[in-house]
């Protein structure tokens, strides 16, 4: 089974500092985000992910699953970050859907500098 990592939404200064760190770790990562995005920054950068699922919207937790099926990621991710801060709260709910219906629901999405300082320490 595949160790998988879920980005949802590209970080906007053009860095993947997530994605380095998950491929280190032998994860294959994944990158949600909208189209225009992806071809936006396409143009001046390569980005790093092994698939990156496409949305037109990145705000809902159920699609963003529902596209990852599509893509044909069978398997749980067992990471999920967002990339840029206006889709914690998405991730947050990604991560209680997986964790299912009998785990407590107290995930507080974490602002980009806890993101980082819980990389850091993990």
């Not at 590209?10 to 949600?32: E, H, I, M, N, W």
């Not at 990156?52 to 990471?79: F, M, T």
């Not at 299912?100 to 850091?120: E, N, S, V």
Request: net charge positive.
């Amino acid at each position: 089974m595949r160790k998988i990592f879920l980005q949802i939404g590209a970080t906007r200064d053009g860095q993947s500092p997530y994605c380095v760190v998950a491929k280190r770790k032998g994860y294959f990562t994944v990158l949600a985000e909208m189209s225009d995005f992806v071809d936006y920054q396409s143009l001046s950068l390569a980005l790093p992910f092994d698939l990156i699922v496409r949305l037109d919207r990145l705000e809902n937790p159920w699609e963003v699953l529902q596209a990852c099926l599509r893509a044909g990621l069978l398997e749980h991710p067992r990471v999920v970050l967002a990339g840029f801060e206006a889709y914690n709260v998405c991730a947050g709910r990604v991560r209680e859907i997986l964790a299912g219906p009998d785990a407590p629901h107290t995930f507080i999405p974490l602002d980009k500098y806890a993101q980082r300082m819980a990389l850091k320490k993990a």
